[in-house]
Each structure stands twice: as C-alpha cells, then as structure tokens.
T-cell receptor, first 112, second 116 residues
Framework: DGGITQSPKYLFRKEGQNVTLSCEQN?????MYWYRQDPGQGLRLIYY???????QKGDIAEGYSVSREKKESFPLTVTSAQKNPTAFYLC???????????FGSGTRLTVV | AQSVTQLDSQVPVFEEAPVELRCNYS??????LFWYVQYPNQGLQLLLK??????LVESINGFEAEFNKSQTSFHLRKPSVHISDTAEYFC??????????????FGKGTLLTVNP
C-alpha cells in the first residue's frame, strides 16, 4: 500500500545535538511538507518542497534545515540553533490542487 | 494570505448527542476547504473536503460540512456521535490560485471528547 513513513516514532536527543527526522513516501507525490505541532497551537509549517531539488521556508524555519534530493524523500534536520525543539513533527505530501495532504504518523522529538 | 479560526478549542458531548465544530476562514481569493481528524499520537487523516459544486459534503462515517460563502464558514456536524469519534479536528483552507502553491493553512484544532 502507498503511504508516508516517518521514522523513528519517538526520538530522544541531548541539548546541543543536531538530529535528522526521516520522511519517505511512495505515492509519487510532487509536493512534501514538514509541520510542527505543539499543544494548543495547531500545525505550523516549517519547510515545504514542490519539486525535487527545490524547497521553501515556511512560517517557522529558523533552526531547521531540509533537503529534497529524491522525489520520495524529504528529511528534516533539527539543529542546535532551534531554541525549543521538543515537539511532535508531521510530514505530509500532496498530489495536486484538488487533493488534500496525506500525512505520516509523526515523530515525537524530546530534547533533554 | 489566508487564516482559519476554529471557534472552540474543546467540545465535550455525550454519546449519541449531535455536535457542531465551527470553522471560519478569511481569504481574499477563493479557497478549497478541508476537515482533518487526528487520533492521539497519530498523523492527520482527511475527513472531507469542499472543492466545488454542492455546498454540503459528507464523509463515510456520518460527518458532514456545509460551505457558506457569505459567512465564510465551513462548520462540521454529526447528528449522533460515538465514543470512537473522540479526536482532534482541524479545519484547513488552500487558495484556488490556479498556480502550483499547494500549501494548506490550518486552524488550531478542536478537541472533541465524547463521554458515555
């Protein structure tokens, strides 16, 4: 079955370390997105990519970086510059205008 | 730019009661509208969407939403809820710009809690 796979589901890191969250899709979708979810704040867009080798900053890109070298993959790196990285991170993809997003199951990152 | 306001952050109801989750949006252009549902520690799943045509759209599990252009609303309703409907619900919009911008703007979510 097609879908989006985020790994790992839970991730613990020490403060000051960079960490990379994986997102892979086999839906042949062009566009991919990273969102951060905090209690009571809804979903906030970090980065998005509409085609391979191209990506744009979302609303809260500071302290994050991404790459889009393959259509299927859109990894997110949470750097030590991110002031408050503990959150639930969601990856999504989209086929086009008339479609919504397909979401992965999320990665819960805890920085201690 | 678009914005989405979900008027209630939490809605507690009893099983088999009706429920309405309210969503209003602001946009200078026409939009597509979506409702998503999120169960604990999971990603979001598309519940229903309005693209064009009939302003009343339905999901397979008994939810419906009505697009009201004059009131810029897209409220979600269900005539009789079940315990299993307990989840967080997100309203979202996307501009119908004709370009390649697929971005959705989400509301902050409404936590629906169905009590026995």
């Amino acid at each position: 079955d097609g879908g989006i796979t985020q790994s790992p589901k839970y991730l613990f890191r020490k403060e000051g370390q960079n960490v990379t969250l994986s997102c892979e899709q086999n839906l042949n979708h062009d566009a991919m997105y990273w969102y951060r979810q905090d209690p009571g704040q809804g979903l906030r867009l970090i980065y998005y990519s509409q085609i391979v080798n191209d990506f744009q900053k979302g609303d809260i890109a500071e302290g994050y970086s991404v790459s889009r070298e393959k259509k299927e993959s859109f990894p997110l790196t949470v750097t030590s510059a991110q002031k408050n990285p503990t959150a639930f991170y969601l990856c999504a993809s989209s086929r086009g205008f008339n479609y919504g997003y397909t979401f992965g199951s999320g990665t819960r990152l805890t920085v201690v | 730019a678009q914005s989405v306001t979900q008027l209630d952050s939490q809605v507690p109801v009893f099983e088999e009661a009706p429920v309405e989750l309210r969503c209003n949006y602001s946009s200078s252009v026409s939009v597509y509208l979506f409702w998503y549902v999120q169960y604990p520690n999971q990603g979001l799943q598309l519940l229903l969407k309005y693209l064009s045509g009939s302003t009343l759209v339905e999901s397979i599990n008994g939810f419906e939403a009505e697009f009201n252009k004059s009131q810029t609303s897209f409220h979600l309703r269900k005539p009789s809820v079940h315990i299993s409907d307990t989840a967080e619900y997100f309203c979202a919009v996307r501009p119908y710009s004709g370009g390649s911008n697929y971005k959705l703007t989400f509301g902050k979510g409404t936590l629906l809690t169905v009590n026995p």
